[in-house]
Nanobody, 126 residues
């Protein structure tokens, strides 16, 4: 019933920018915390960014702080990740995640999320 569909991935040169989107359905999007995670080939899934239910609070991995911005448009049931100054090390499949508890704060652990999208590929060339 719950669906999270990522889009916006693609190939970009180092130093470039990209905006990912996550369209959510089947949940009360405006009341739950959301997050972005990524998984590079041969690597573990890692936290990227998270946002509170209202969008008033955010949290970022050290590796992306200052370069990435997470935001949400609750009226559109859509989560975003704006990625600037991209580096080859940002290459990964990016996943959108949603928590189920209402009025949640940003969450850094994958276990804190209940729903996941299928991912969108981001490739950054040197």
């Amino acid at each position: 019933q719950v669906q999270l569909i990522e889009s916006g991935g693609g190939l970009v040169q180092a130093g470039g920018s990209l905006r990912l989107s996550c369209a959510a359905s089947g949940l009360t999007f405006s009341s739950v915390a959301m997050g972005w995670f990524r998984q590079a080939p041969g690597k573990e899934r890692e936290f990227v960014a998270a946002i509170s239910w209202s969008g008033g609070s955010t949290n970022y991995a050290d590796s992306v702080t200052g370069r990435f911005t997470i935001s949400r448009a609750n009226a559109k049931n859509t989560l975003y990740l704006r990625m600037n100054s991209l580096k080859p090390e940002d290459t990964a499949v990016y996943y959108c995640a949603a928590a189920s508890g209402y009025y949640g704060s940003p969450k850094r652990l994958g276990a804190e999320y209940d729903y996941w999208g299928q991912g969108t590929q981001v490739t950054v060339s040197s």
